[in-house]
């Protein structure tokens, strides 16, 4: 009991000090930080409920997700058709209510056409449905159809990699802990503390980014154009002036190539996005405008055409310059966007809260106060009930919470109303191991043992109970952390650190001041 060696005492203080000093600064305002010098220490973060911030709910358009599909799945099935061998012969692609269809103009060629595009079709899980139903009618039409699970698999697809994009975005604003989760089928909650201003957040998350190069028609005619007459494979956009556009359906290059985005400026000097893209992208772009001199290719963003630049050289660069209506703080937003992907499904803003920081204050110091009367009550019941013990356990107590703070503190984590709760509760239960060791100590003393055995055998015996209780709590905490989430997982978060810091504080923390007492008076214990 009595073994505590110089190095194991100096390393114990080692760590209460450490802990002490990386809670310091979570306790001051920043402006204090910067006076003493701390501000390059970690500090905890604290949550939109604390801190005050922006709540945006977004829904996902899932018919957009379903027309994707379709332009997605009509460029998979040219690609699988031309690589067929013998080859396939086949007419113009429609994709045109919710279909694709294409003519097979061989009839003999037809099963090997229905063979080679089921390929491109996935199964559903373990359900046997097919995202995609393949059928020909008319004799010598194919006809593809996304089915209804394969519709909410894409929707899903789409919104995981939605929540990740939002994500990303978010992170570019460099602002700290943003909660991003899904809800229900096809909805992101995004909240972001210490945020006041919800405008530029909702312009960038909104935008879909969706990039892409294609060829101008220049063979449609102005009159034709107005009226939406267009050939097959081709389509009207609208320019940013809010003319039609005849394009090319088949994009040279897309967004996914994409590598590099950044704010520059052009050779007027205004504000413009510069681009560059993979190999792949590279090569395709050189092709193109290689085989197609003098002629005209659009800079699509979000279906809106930004401009459309004659051809009047191979770009063989693999990179260019978006220009249009730009402001610098719009440019760097765009480029933004464009770096961490388009947004797979349009993404609509159906509710908008900002909370002032005026509630979050109220809450820090309704917190703040709720800790300080839960150390102060526990402080007195522990003194009166267990003399220098409850003064040993007491001391436990506020150091626990100190290293609780300095451990959040280190590993960047957000604390939260619910987090302040589980910081009171985890205060509370710290207490309950010194209670089971001392009145374990106060039964052995009655059995007739020295003190020093009798210490020895209550920290013993007790500290099976203790592991054994919080094991149960930890396991509580993880699966609450593995499966919550915001308050839920806030709250599960300090409850696990502060089992842990608990353990060491009111077990090992105690032992050693006990162990230093008996050393100076081993008949003495009082109790």
Known sequence: MLDFPRWKIWSIILVLVLGVFLAIPSLLPSNLDQ????????????????????????????ADVAHQRIVTMEEMVRSQI??????????DMSADNDQLSFMVRDN???????????????????????????????????????????????????????TEVVRKRIDSLGTREPII????????????????????LKALIGKTAKLEFKLVDDSVKSADLAQGKVPIGTQVMIAQSGQPVAVQRRAIVTGVDLVHADQTMDQNSLPAVSISFNAD???RFAEVTQKNPSKRFAIILDNVILSAPSINEPILGGSAIITGSFTIDSANQMAI????????????????????????????????????????????????????????????????????????????????LP????????????????????ERIREEIGRGRTPVHAVDMGYKEASRTIFD??????????????????????????????IITSVFTAVTFTRMLVALYLRRRPAKLTI
């Open 35 to 62: 006076k003493f010098g701390l501000g390059a220490l970690p500090r905890i973060n604290f949550g939109l409920d604390l801190s005050g911030g922006s709540h945006i709910l977004l829904e996902a358009d899932t």
């Open 281 to 283: 992208g590279g090569r």
């Open 469 to 498: 209780a919080n094991v149960t709590h930890a396991i509580s905490a993880l699966i609450m952390i593995c499966f919550g989430s915001g308050p839920v997982k806030g709250f599960a978060v300090v409850l696990l650190i502060g």
């Open 82 to 91: 031309s690589r067929a061998q013998p080859a396939i012969t086949i007419g």
């Open 419 to 438: 987090g302040i709760a589980g910081l009171v509760l985890t205060i509370g239960a710290a207490v309950d191991a010194n209670v089971l060791i001392n």
């Open 181 to 200: 989760i899904r809800q229900g089928s096809d909805r992101i909650v995004v909240q972001v503390p210490g945020l006041q201003n919800p405008s530029a």
């Open 337 to 416: 966007a464009l770096r961490s992907g388009s947004l797979p499904v349009a993404l609509k803003v159906v509710e908008e809260r900002t909370v002032g920081p005026g509630l979050g204050a109220d809450s820090i110091r309704a917190g703040t106060l709720a800790c300080s009367i839960a150390i102060v009550a526990i402080v007195i019941f522990m003194i009166s009930v267990y003399g220098r013990f409850g003064i040993y356990a007491s001391s436990a107590v506020i150091l626990n919470l100190f290293l609780i703070l300095a451990v959040m503190a280190v590993l960047g984590a957000t604390l939260t």
């Open 108 to 162: 003999h060629q037809l099963d090997s056409a229905v063979e080679a595009v089921r390929t491109l079709t996935n199964g559903i899980g373990s359900t046997g449905q097919r995202d995609w139903d393949v059928r020909v009618v008319d004799g010598n039409r194919i006809v593809m159809r996304p089915t209804k699970a394969g519709i909410q698999s894409f929707v899903n697809q789409a919104m995981e990699g939605a």
